[in-house]
């Protein structure tokens, strides 16, 4: 008997079409710099090229690709620059969000916060640091979608779509991951107090340490 849950649709063709770019991106297969050619992709993904096309606009706004007339789409090249602005965007975002989430009070948050933290925590010890990544993303945004402001969680959305790529650099190596868990349990323990102030220096220090050892993958 199939375990697909009824309640479940497929997605649309288009969402398909995105969500996997999206992932092969994420996951190093569509590697910077390299070509997308439509009709390849289309092939790949047994679909037509129009949602290929929708699919590779979308991706462009996010940052993901870039198009050059004559020549097509890229898979954006990582650029420390381009890291800095969007971890500067993040820092004051997010905290905007911690501050907001944690002056609402509900202990549900805690309990998330615990359970996207292990999650973490399972996928790295299983080595499969794609669901690793996407607990770590669902650790973040319980903090960002406890705060009630969807205006500021769809632009924080947008920023961390834009640099899944960079992630994927920081999480191969194996430092990097453990360092992760580290303070992700700093950053639950401060919540648990209520002390705004140390989630918000914490969750800085956090991404502070992301970007200097992206910073010294990517200087030439």
Do not use: K
């Not at 994420?26 to 929708?54: K, N």
């Not at 965007?89 to 292990?118: K, N, P, S, Y």
């Not at 453990?178 to 323990?189: D, M, T």
């Not at 340490?209 to 030439?220: E, K, R």
């Amino acid at each position: 008997m199939s375990s697909t849950n009824p309640t479940q649709r497929p997605p649309t063709v288009p969402a398909f079409v995105l969500g996997e770019l999206r992932r092969l991106i994420a996951v190093g297969d569509l590697v910077p710099g390299q070509p997308l050619r439509q009709e390849d992709l289309a092939e790949r993904l047994g679909v037509s090229r129009v949602p290929v096309r929708e699919a590779l606009n979308t991706l462009e706004t996010e940052g993901h690709v870039v198009h050059e007339p004559h020549r097509g789409y890229r898979v954006t090249e990582l650029s420390l620059a381009d890291l800095l602005e969007v971890y500067r965007l993040r820092q004051l975002l997010e905290a905007e969000a911690v501050r907001a989430t944690i002056a609402l009070g509900c202990a549900q948050v805690l309990t998330d916060l615990r359970a996207a933290g292990a999650d973490v925590e399972r996928a790295n010890a299983a080595g499969d640091l794609l669901a690793m990544n996407e607990a770590n993303r669902r650790f973040h945004f319980v903090l960002v979608t406890s705060a009630g402001l969807p205006r500021l969680e769809r632009i924080l959305r947008a920023l961390w779509d834009s640099t899944e790529a960079y992630r994927r650099l920081y999480y191969e190596e194996t430092g990097n991951r453990a360092r992760v868990e580290h303070e992700h349990a700093g950053i639950i323990e401060a919540f648990a107090a209520g002390d705004t102030e140390l989630v918000i220096r914490l969750l800085d220090e956090h991404r502070g340490h992301a970007t200097t050892a992206l910073g010294a993958l990517l200087q030439p």
